[in-house]
């Protein structure tokens, strides 16, 4: 780390013994400031003492910050600033001109979600940093500091010396004060986000898409991610030396990755801090960096569990165009609709049902149409048969990478969905990185970043188009999550991640891949994952490495509110016990714990019905079986449960055709019982505590 420090007996060992009693001296020694002459303390702690967060100057002027955690340093001091394309960097010659303190615990509620209710407890520092050049450009940098972790972000008031911003790259760094593991996936690559996830040592990350999950050698964990992406290009990590990186930006079609005017501000940058895996997940860092609900009553978003014309599409039976194999015809989605009212599931999804599918459509939809039924598809009698049934249809916009088209069609897209009781539009955006057509004033053509400025702000024109009409939107081929949910609470889920469709094809995700998300993709938000495949097979009745046990876990470990149901009703005819926790399980909930778990390894869940006192359980585990103790201690005092046990069956294993090998049983539990969950190689078991 090559930044120029003054070192001493500085503020972070005052705080942390102030809160902790004495702080190890060898880390005293390494990783403290010295308060530059002349200027004011920069020092902020989290509410319970354990975190504490400093800035400074170095001998350059460069502004820096640190942050500990119980006296001990997790991220070493690591620079600030931005570099523009048409103007000085602002990095050094900096001067701490004020720094104000700010604090406040207050709750709040979420209309659906993991937790009904969110405490947001946290301590603010604002650092107002001035150029000591003849540009005189100020920013200030805002610490949020809570129990479980911290947010930063630049915060630039407009000014004379710099009317616009055209930002080139920022400054920022995060450099890891100790060695450890990473679980990472590569960022900037063609597929976006559809990357397994590495596990190496973080000296060995390269550029990595955010949140980035890292377990130090002290043992506590950390991910690295960012909250509030708005108006601004989304951030991954570049590896620079041993364990620093660098903040890096997705790229726009011009040269400026970020163009700004006036006053503006950056997303939070954020680090989630907690002594183990499920503390990660615990977290509320990522939410509270958010606004509040701008859309006001949003009593018409009904998060819902839903089933599809989709499975056999990516097997590659049906089709999504036109002719012999099409997929979305009256009768198909019937015989969906049928299926989904007997079995209590509120939604059906259909894709390819309009217009434009005909031919090379995957980044060249500039032939759908929106509001433009295939002639074998007919809306409105499938929209009233749907209603009759108590169901609702859920909508499919494929843009195949033509954004600008898709915008244009916007209030004709939204308004067939409302007249057709299309609560719920999954949209999506099939294209290469890089690779999104942008049509400009002048009718030229640009190429964006599904992850760039435009991408980042064509989300939100999506969600306040839609809002107009009353739906919510489930998006594919998304950008990343950063908790815009609080926002835009008709924003339910996304993609962003390899989800069950890769099983279908060669090269399917390993076991270990759902424990990975639980405690990485996880860590942004709700992911539709499209769980629930229990014939296990995918394109050439080829195996899927999982358990049917895994399977209904899922359900509980991958939170979304508008869970899939992907097998095919004949699949779910052959397992109707199994299914039954399917049709069961909720996707709304009161409480979420992590009761287990380590990153890529295993983990558990237990998450409250917000409509009811029952609990449920879900536990999965990597290619290795598993033997977890688990004490029943969130449940209700002086309350008998019902355990309904879904586990993984004599010989079970995701290797063989002993997958499908389910068992089942109940008992009677209360508050304080243990329960021993057995989990195959790559399997799991789900429990259904039904109060009595």
Same mark, same amino acid.
């Given at each position: 780390m090559k930044t120029s420090i003054a070192i001493g007996l500085g503020l972070i060992a005052s705080a942390a013994q102030a809160q902790n009693g004495p702080a190890d001296p060898a880390v005293n020694e390494t990783f403290k400031f010295a308060r530059p002459a002349g200027q004011p303390d920069a020092v902020e702690t989290s509410p319970d003492g354990q975190i504490t967060v400093q800035v400074s100057t170095d001998n350059d002027g460069r502004a820096v910050y640190m942050i500990a955690r119980n006296g001990k340093a997790i991220v070493a001091p690591s620079r600030l600033g931005m570099m523009f394309t048409? !103007?000085?960097?602002? #990095?050094?010659?900096?001067?701490? #001109?004020?720094? =104000?303190?700010? %604090?406040?615990?207050?709750s709040w509620t979420q209309p659906w979600g993991e937790w009904r209710t969110i405490r947001d407890n946290h301590r603010e520092m604002r650092v107002r940093l001035m150029e000591s050049s003849a540009l005189h450009r100020r920013y200030d940098v805002v610490f949020r500091v809570q129990d479980d972790g911290v947010g930063f972000r630049y915060e630039f008031p407009e000014q004379q010396a710099m009317p616009h911003a055209n930002i080139a790259e920022e400054l920022t760094e995060f450099n890891i004060a100790q060695g450890g593991t990473a679980w990472w996936k590569p960022a900037f690559l063609w597929n976006r986000e559809e990357y397994l996830y590495n596990r190496t040592p973080i000296n060995a990350v390269g550029t990595a898409a955010t949140p980035i999950t890292m377990k130090l050698d002290d043992g506590t964990h950390i991910a690295i991610h960012e909250a509030a992406l708005v108006d601004y290009a989304s951030m991954a990590v570049m590896k620079t030396e041993g364990n620093s990186f660098k903040a890096v930006l997705t790229p726009g079609s011009g040269a400026p990755k970020v163009v700004k005017t006036g006053a503006w501000q950056t997303p939070w940058r954020t680090f989630l801090i907690a002594p183990d895996a499920g503390g990660l997940y615990m977290s509320h860092l990522m939410l509270n960096l958010n606004a509040p609900n701008k859309l006001g009553d949003v009593s018409w978003v009904k998060p819902g569990k839903f089933v599809g014309v989709w499975w056999k599409m990516i097997k590659g039976e049906w089709s999504w165009a036109r002719g012999p194999r099409h997929g979305a015809t009256t009768a198909n989605v019937?015989?969906?609709?049928?299926?989904a009212s007997k079995y209590g599931i509120p939604g059906v999804l259909v894709e390819g049902w309009n217009i434009g599918w005909d031919g090379d459509w995957a980044g060249n939809g500039s032939a759908m149409q929106f509001a433009t039924p295939a002639e074998d598809f007919d809306a409105d009698a499938l929209a009233k048969y749907a209603k009759a049934k108590g169901v609702s249809l859920i909508g499919h916009h494929e843009t195949g990478g033509a954004v600008s088209h898709y915008e244009s069609l916007f209030d004709p897209?939204?308004?067939?969905?409302?007249?057709? @009781? #299309?609560?719920?539009?999954k949209t999506g955006y099939v294209a290469d990185a890089g690779q999104i057509e942008r049509v400009n004033a002048d009718g030229s053509v640009s190429r964006e970043w599904h992850e760039g400025q435009w991408m980042v702000n064509h989300h939100l024109r999506v969600l306040e188009a839609? !809002? %107009?009409?009353k739906v919510s939107i489930d998006s594919h081929e998304p950008v990343k999550d950063t908790g815009l949910r609080r926002t835009y609470p008709n924003w339910l889920a996304r993609e962003g991640s390899r989800g069950m469709e890769y099983n279908a094809w060669p090269g399917?995700?390993?076991? #270990?891949?759902?424990?990975?998300?639980?405690?990485?993709r996880m860590l942004e938000g709700p992911?539709?994952?499209t769980p629930g495949v229990l014939s296990l097979t995918g394109s050439d009745n080829s195996p899927i490495q999982s358990t049917i046990a895994k399977q209904l876990a899922l359900y509980v470990v991958l939170y979304s509110p508008v869970q899939m149901a992907a097998d095919t009703p004949e699949n779910y005819a052959k397992y109707p016990q199994a299914f039954?926790?399917?049709?069961d399980v909720p996707v709304d909930w009161e409480d979420s714990r992590v009761l287990n778990g380590e990153v890529g390894d295993y983990v558990t869940f237990a998450r409250r019905d917000r409509k009811s006192r029952d609990w449920y359980v879900g536990s999965i585990t990597d290619e290795t079986a598993r033997e977890l103790t688990v004490t029943l201690d969130f449940l209700e005092p002086g309350k008998t449960y019902e355990a309904q046990v879904y586990k993984d069956g004599p010989g079970a =294993?995701?290797? =063989?055709? !002993?997958?499908?090998?389910?068992?089942?049983?109940?008992?009677?539990?209360? %508050? @304080?019982? =243990?329960?021993?969950?057995?989990?195959?190689?790559?399997? @799991?078991?789900?429990?259904?505590?039904? !109060?009595l």
């Open positions: 048409d !103007a000085p960097k602002i #990095e050094r010659g900096m001067k701490i #001109e004020s720094v =104000t303190h700010a %604090k406040s615990d207050t019937k015989t969906y609709i049928d299926f897209a939204f308004k067939f969905a409302a007249d057709h @009781g #299309e609560h719920v539009v839609a !809002a %107009k009409y399917k995700n390993p076991p #270990e891949h759902e424990v990975n998300l639980a405690f990485t992911m539709d994952f039954r926790f399917i049709a =294993t995701y290797a =063989t055709e !002993a997958r499908h090998s389910i068992a089942f049983e109940t008992r009677r539990v209360k %508050k @304080g019982d =243990t329960l021993t969950l057995s989990l195959a190689p790559g399997g @799991g078991q789900a429990i259904r505590l039904k !109060a």
